[in-house]
């Protein structure tokens, strides 16, 4: 009934944990948003009626317009929290997305999503100096510029900015700068040995 | 210009690279992997490590990697062989060689440019002086018998030169051998070199050592003589405790000279248990006979321990027991014919539960990296070896001594077994013995260092075990059945056991020989030569063509 959808997508977010995105729900937004205009219209029938005299009829508009507010807390709350979930992945993975969470978003989310890279690219830029600084590496304080990885599973060929190639197969270990490796140590190809 | 200053400019090129490291699967090459490893992390050489398990696996980590790396570093294979004619590299690809296998290969000591071996002044090398080899192709002309095809003067001057080394391997082969200094020890000395040295490596250098001892690959003097010079190292490094005002915390790593028992594992065993499991006790006393048996039960009696308290776990032992332990079982043991039952080694300790021998590690690594346990890769088993030797990998360790005392187990009652029903024959010029398969942990040796160790104890038993003057002094091809599928066996050849030893291993000559002569499907794989896997069926053929190489 009233508010039932609304609750409904801020229920799944809940469970969602870890920052994970699930899909966006078109449907189930269109739907509640369908159910705020049928309040919204029959609150504006029953309040000409009150007006005319009908005064049994406030108490039934005051409970629409409650269910009207409930409504539109659930859903800006379900925009809102996605859009945060989508800007801490452009500190988890970097400016391109997997594919996979890609379909996660809807056609605005994207657009946000850009404007958002834009936006902190622009600030990176004017900080920092000539280049810039790369706010997204080196999230902890790093202990040492270089550290020893060991390959999980086979990856192949991985190429580092400077043009030179490391293979990295299974069981192979490696000693490289830290933030060539953190990518990889993320996905789970590479994991970072302490001695 | 001073041999260090030297060694250690043409080093410090390896350290402004990125460099791929080869290394073999024996605890020597793990200890000084972690040495090297400790001393590019210090400054900062990127590199890549890829462990290598016999001749096939590194041909192919080499092709996969040389697009990639300049710069390679083996540590325990490559020097006894033609490094440049196997893997053909380009000109501008570098080769530091770090192998305590013998005899290095005379290519690989005169190649002046791309081949750099790690070896100590003082390993009495004993190469042929450069003009023996190499003379020049006019004094030759007149002497071989080059055909006068036309051919060009290089060919010939090639199949000349390999001529003359042929001869002079087989020359050298006769003469007195150079003395191996194990690998760890040459990259701690790199590391004490670069001042660079820290307890940590030494431990390693201390491990390597102590593997080679166990595998009875160094004389007893060698031995003895390297550890004199760890021991100055170790003072240096570990003074600090023997001052009781300034000493350490309790949970600081530090390393103590010993003088004890070489009973494997005892101090993570029960005593019973490790007398019955450590060859020089267990063939001293021939525990494998009933008389054996209770030889061991007057030795206990001899030195008034208890059985009840004997079979316990050592640490839970009566400390009053515990007291002159070792001086105890040294007077009892030269009773019963054992003068060498203490030896000089090195213990370990962090923290008040941790304390280890170094043979206890070089058990406990050597069979995690042999662990028939099905666990992904063989290079796997590489790896927790690896792990096994740091400090914060106790877990690991621990598994590690698990896995030994049941090696050890397993080795002992094998050789009961095959010196009860008279497994070992004498075949004239050497001694030997094949597993069958269906032997009670046959598996376990088909592992070329767990079968090796196998070969070791059991030669030491039998030269007690028989009354054959003769057979004393032969060597032992042992024999284990590798993959029942494919029909393949592993075959070893370890040198006679006697007391003047110099411990050199002629095999890997007389394999290849024979398998050539017979036409046998060997492979030669393993970086020791003297390790060899053959097809069941060619077996015969190849241990009657040995007999006939080797009368």
């Given amino acids: ?195 | 210009v001073r041999f260090d200053t030297y060694v250690v400019n043409t080093i410090l090129l390896l350290f402004l690279q990125r460099v791929l490291l080869l290394v073999a699967s024996d605890v020597d090459a793990l200890c000084a992997c972690k040495i090297l490893q400790a001393l590019f992390q210090c400054d900062h050489v990127q590199y890549t490590l890829v462990p290598v398990s016999g001749w096939q696996e590194l041909e192919t980590a080499f092709l996969e990697h040389k697009d990639q790396f300049k710069y390679f570093v083996l540590i325990n294979c490559g020097a006894n062989v033609d490094l440049l004619e196997i893997l053909q590299p380009e000109e501008d690809t570098f080769f530091f060689v770090c192998d305590s296998h013998r005899p290095i290969n005379v290519v690989n000591v005169y190649n002046e440019t791309q081949i750099k071996l790690l070896v100590k002044p003082d390993d009495d090398l004993d190469v042929p002086a450069y003009d023996d080899i190499f003379r020049d192709e006019e004094e030759e002309e007149e002497e071989s018998e080059a055909e006068s095809d036309g051919s060009e003067p290089s060919d010939k001057r090639r199949r000349f030169e390999e001529e003359v080394i042929e001869r002079t391997m087989k020359r050298r082969q006769r003469r007195e051998w150079e003395a191996r200094r194990c690998s760890a020890m040459v990259m701690f000395d790199l590391a004490w070199m670069m001042s660079k040295d820290l307890n940590d490596m030494l431990w390693w250098a201390i491990v390597g050592l102590t593997d080679q001892w166990v595998q009875d690959k160094i004389t007893q003097m060698k031995y003895v003589t390297d550890i004199g010079i760890l021991q100055r190292h170790v003072s240096r490094h570990n003074h600090r405790n023997e001052d009781e005002e300034n000493s350490l915390s309790i949970d600081c790593m530090r390393i103590a000279f010993e003088y004890d028992l070489r009973l494997a594992l005892y101090q993570h065993w029960s005593l019973y248990e490790s007398l019955c499991n450590t060859s020089y006790t267990s063939a001293n006393l021939k525990l494998w006979s009933v008389q054996g048996q209770k030889r061991l039960q007057e030795f206990l009696a001899d030195m008034g321990l208890p059985l009840k308290q004997v079979k316990q776990k050592f640490n839970s032992m009566d400390i009053s027991l515990k007291e002159n332990l070792k001086e105890m079982i040294e007077e009892s043991a030269s009773k019963f014919g054992m003068k060498d039952l203490r030896v000089q080694t090195f213990s370990i300790h962090f923290g008040f539960k941790n304390k280890f021998l170094a043979s206890d590690i070089v058990y406990a690594t050597a069979s995690l990296m042999e662990s028939i346990e099905k666990e992904g890769p063989e290079t796997t088993n590489f790896i927790k070896a690896l792990d096994s030797l740091s400090r914060g990998n106790l877990d690991k360790l621990h598994q590690g001594l698990d896995l030994a005392k049941k090696q050890l187990r397993a080795i002992q009652q094998t050789v009961a077994s095959c010196i009860c029903t008279n497994l070992v024959i004498s075949q004239g010029p050497f001694l030997y013995c094949s597993l069958m398969e269906g032997t009670p942990d046959v598996r376990l040796f088909s592992k070329p260092v767990s079968l090796c160790l196998l070969s070791k104890y059991l030669l030491k038993s039998f030269v007690c075990s028989t009354k054959n003057k003769r057979c004393k002094l032969l060597p032992l091809i042992m024999a284990a059945p590798m993959d029942v599928e494919q029909g393949t066996v592993i075959m070893v050849g370890i040198p006679p056991e006697t007391e003047s030893s110099d411990k050199k291993n002629f095999f890997g000559r007389a394999f290849e020989k024979a398998a050539e002569s017979t036409n046998s499907r060997t492979l030669h794989n393993h970086f020791d030569m003297s390790i060899i896997e053959l097809k069941t069926e060619d077996r015969s053929k190849f241990l009657d063509a040995l007999i006939s190489l080797l009368s």
């Fill in chain 1, 1 to 195: 009934m009233a508010g039932e959808r609304a609750v409904g997508l801020v229920r799944e977010l809940q469970r969602a944990a870890g920052g994970h995105l699930p899909p966006f729900r078109a449907e189930e937004l269109r739907q509640a948003l369908e159910e705020m205009r049928a309040l919204y219209e029959r609150n504006q029938a029953d309040v000409s009626e009150a007006k005319a005299g009908r005064t049994d009829l406030i108490f039934l508009i005051r409970f629409r317009h409650c269910c009207l507010l409930r409504n539109q807390r659930c859903i800006v709350a379900y925009l809102y929290d996605r859009l945060l979930r989508i800007r801490a992945l452009r500190w988890e993975y970097g400016s391109i997305l997997p594919n996979a969470i890609q379909f996660h978003m809807s056609a605005e989310e994207v657009e946000w999503f850009n404007r958002y890279k834009k936006s902190l690219a622009t600030y990176m830029r004017s900080v920092g100096g000539e280049e810039g600084l790369d706010l997204t590496q080196d999230i902890k304080p790093p202990k040492s510029l270089y550290i020893e990885v060991r390959c999980l599973k086979d990856y192949g060929e991985f190429e580092i900015e400077d043009g030179t190639t490391v293979l990295l197969k299974k069981n192979s270990q490696h000693f490289l700068p830290r933030w060539k490796c953190e990518q990889l140590i993320r996905q789970g190809v590479l994991e970072h040995i302490l001695s």
